[in-house]
Nanobody, 112 residues
Framework: VQLQASGGGLVQPGGSLRLSCAAS????????IGWYRQAPGKERELVAT???????NYADSVKDRFTISRDNAKNTVYLQMNRLKVEDTAVYYC???????WGQGTLVTVSS
């Protein structure tokens, strides 16, 4: 199953954005899915995960600002990002855990 992120864009600091991760097939059988990001000049980092049972985990840098959720009926995972900061600027990807092929990612730019 290939996962593809979308929904990025330009947003001002303090704003919100919701990313979507659409699967080419059913995500029901995928135990865990993660949202990752890669800022310019930095390594890719895991920011949020969700299991098939709905358990979630977040990186400290996004805790209490980002929310990951999944809709198995729509084969989609979401990342709601609130109170965005300039340092959240990055290309965001979604992938199964363990990782499958990487999609293109979606660029999020937080700037005034």
């Amino acid at each position: 199953v290939q996962l593809q992120a979308s929904g990025g864009g330009l947003v001002q600091p303090g704003g919100s954005l919701r990313l979507s991760c659409a699967a080419s097939g059913s995500i029901f059988s995928i135990n865990a899915i993660g949202w990752y990001r890669q800022a310019p000049g930095k390594e890719r980092e895991l920011v949020a995960t969700i299991t098939g049972g709905g358990s979630t985990n977040y990186a400290d840098s996004v805790k209490d600002r980002f929310t990951i959720s999944r809709d198995n009926a729509k084969n989609t995972v979401y990342l709601q990002m609130n109170r965005l900061k300039v340092e959240d600027t990055a290309v965001y990807y979604c992938n199964a855990i363990p990782n499958g092929p990487w999609g293109q990612g979606t660029l999020v730019t937080v700037s005034s």
